[in-house]
């Protein structure tokens, strides 16, 4: 095992440990009818054979869940005689041992084994907490696996009330994880698995449908006999558990009888006690309405010999408003997914597919035909992969946890496990708040939970009367005579709400993040006339980034956009220099400068991209080519991932300088690589030569810029959507190569919030890039509190002529006149490179010799005249030659000056002072 993933073991071990021990402490805890259900399973797979697992009816409690489950069930009786033997008897109908409880107790946390399996695999694949700069990953994923491991709806739903879901969700955590992985097949076997374990993860089914199918089958595919093979795969690994599970009963012709077991839709539109649902709103309403035309005759009220609220399972009719069919509850729930599952299908990444698993599970919840209570679980489980990582989902895990956890408390209705329950709540959610809280940065206030505001935090606190009332006051006033079915609910009807609220706020939230594009992951690669869709990671799919690439939704970052935007909707363009926009200087604390260059042939794309970047539509019919150098200034706020959260203001001058101009007049050339900082290459995704060409190119512009400039290289593929011949495999064969970014851009389509994933994706790589250069080991440890600036210039000799030898090192310093304190900086040990500077040696000639000093903008001040100084040094460390100099002052005014510096014997007067 690579050590690299050994303190994960230790992480899960310790957090199943700490769950398992919580979990033995429950053993001796009250069990629902669940637990007698799960018993006569035993008996029957036990001691009946397969053909008549479906027919046994002498328990009410009748095997209704999938094959495969039965087999689960079969297996585990084959342990059941070393407890109790007696639990296997079919006629033992609620059969409830010291043995048979402590035996049935165990086989919940020993299957909870998947689940921690499954939650190292997550950790591996998500790399939870890799995106926090302030708390260490592993603290990270401790708390991580902790609060999936003790999760409380689990934990009272198994390990108290009695079932399985533990061991399910594992199994859906493990289909995840193979899918962050790129193991498509091994993912769809995994779920399909699930399905033929409990047929209730239906609910989740069409985003792995959209999902696999889009992701696998045609974006792997780059042709139509690719597409065949691999949607015959996937068919394969989807069907062979069905098989194996269903294959005997069809065999048999039993498979009508499993599937009425399966799917009985007789037990009515809401289950004994009303999860807290739309339907529960629904059912509300039409009593309301029931009461007020009977006392008021404004509506007709139906007769009917059926109570909502008598506890009992049974199909029951709306007096009022219209009754409920399976099929209205079907048809709602798709056209309530079509929204999300649409956007999977544009955007395909896997941070939108764990977005959108988790919006058809809420949505099948809130509109699904006889929805229990617990299968608020399919929701929160998955929502908690995203909450540590992702401020806004953590806001919604956070309600929907407490909302969702809450709702599950008529399962627990005897006295001493009550206080149980109010505890393991009250721990579990103090623990999600106060972690979530630190891990986000936000630790509440007097009236604010962390993340929370003012209004959602007042509805977590009125949970604390109505728990008062539903626990103690219904009974001690006894209410409980009169309306025994108040409790359940008025718990369902309040958590209804917020349940409602939280599915309506995540939709927002992937709607909002729809086009922020940042990171391209792969296209569709077909040759047909059919334009294709690009598919995308959003910024949380990235590596740990050092900016907040959230924070440009913000309020505080509108206003900034809405200073810096032109009259012209959507734009960010600027062609004059002397614009400077005004902005708060509440918000607002530095400005930098860089350069972007864009290279490539005549139509490949380049001034689409600047458009694209600009928010704007390009016309592929009225393209003309570049002539001379058009550059554009765009105005970009950004804010850093530190303690203080700065915002700087990015100000990106892109030079998109036309090829025959830059052909014919060597000195356009030249000017565009001066002071640069990055160079975008840009190439149609319809020039195969044109892609082939790259490398070559790449190489003469790093041998054209001056060897003291260390820039960014990109490399946009653009017309993707359109006649393209690349492939992804070139793309990645490129990247992996060449060790250089290769991003997708589609030339027809372009929105505000697609140039804002790649104007945060550019300002990610320079800001990064100034890092590297000023502070070895910055990356390794939170972004340094200042942002460094650069002085450029060359050395030259007193004579024309200097000698340099092989090992003799060059050392320029920034000094403070007043202080004469000099700052070292050392210069590479001639002819190695290295990565601020290098000195080339072509012959005996060196001179002059280009530097860069990097320092420290905010250490500066106006009112001081600074210094270079310039040694160059022999293999032993003496001094040979040296030179001083002053320089202007080195502030905002002046950022890129050109020093030149003239060196010679130490004797020769600093006539360069």
Partial sequence: MDIRNYYKVIVVTLSFTIGAIIKLALLPCYHSTDFEVHRNWLAVTHSLPLNQWYYENRSEWTLDYPPLFAHFEYGLSKLAPYFDSAMLDINNLNYASGKTKLFQRLTVIGSEIILAIAIFSLLKSMQIGRKNHDIPMPIIQLLFALSLLNNFGLMLVDNIHFQYNGFLLGILLLSISCMYQNQYLMSAIWFSTLLNLKHIFLYIAPAYIVYLFYAFC???????????????????????????????FILMNQLPQVLSRLFPFKRGLCHAYWAPNVWALYNVLDKGLTTIGRYTRLFQVRSTSVSMTSGLVQDIEHQVLPSITPAVTFILTIVFMMPSLFRLFRRCSKRTFLETIILCALTSFLFGWHVHEKAILISIIPLSLLAFDSREHARYFLLLSTFGGFSLFPLIFTGPESLIKIGLFVGYTTFLFYTLGEIHGDHGSTFNLPLLNRLETFSIVLLIPLCVYVECLHTILHIDRILPFLPLLLISIYCSFFIVYCWIRLHAIEAHQEDELTIVESTVKLNSRKKTTMTTLIADDRPATLLDHQWINSDQALECLKAIKERTENQLRDFSLLFNPTLPHSIVTKQYRYKILLVGKTGCGKTSVVRALMGKEFSTLNSQPTLGIQTTNIYWPVRVNQSTKPVFMFRLDFWDVGHTSSTRFDYIDKDSVDS???????????DREGFNELPRLIEEKQ???????????????????????????????????????????????STMRLATGYLNLISEKLYRRDLELTEPGALQRQASEMVRRSLCGVIESSNGRCLLEVGDAVIVTLCDTTLWEWTRMDFPHIPQRHVISSIRLDDCDYFPIPFTIYYNYEEIDETLCYGIRCDILDKTKEIKYSSERFVPVLTDSYPKTNINIIVGPRNIPLNSL
């Fill in 703 to 749: 041998n054209q810029c001056s060897p003291s400039r260390r820039f960014v290289s990109l490399v946009f593929i653009t017309k993707f959507d359109q006649y393209p011949v690349l492939t992804e495999n070139d793309a990645n064969e490129f990247q992996a190569r060449y060790n250089i970014s290769v991003y997708l851009l589609s030339n027809a389509y």
């Fill in 218 to 248: 045609i974006r792997q595919s780059s042709n139509w006999k690719r597409f065949i093979v691999n949607l015959i795969a996937l068919g394969i690994a989807t069907i062979v558990p069905f098989i194996l599970s269903f294959g005997p």
């Fill in 676 to 686: 640069l900082d990055m160079i975008i290459f840009v190439v149609s995704a319809a």
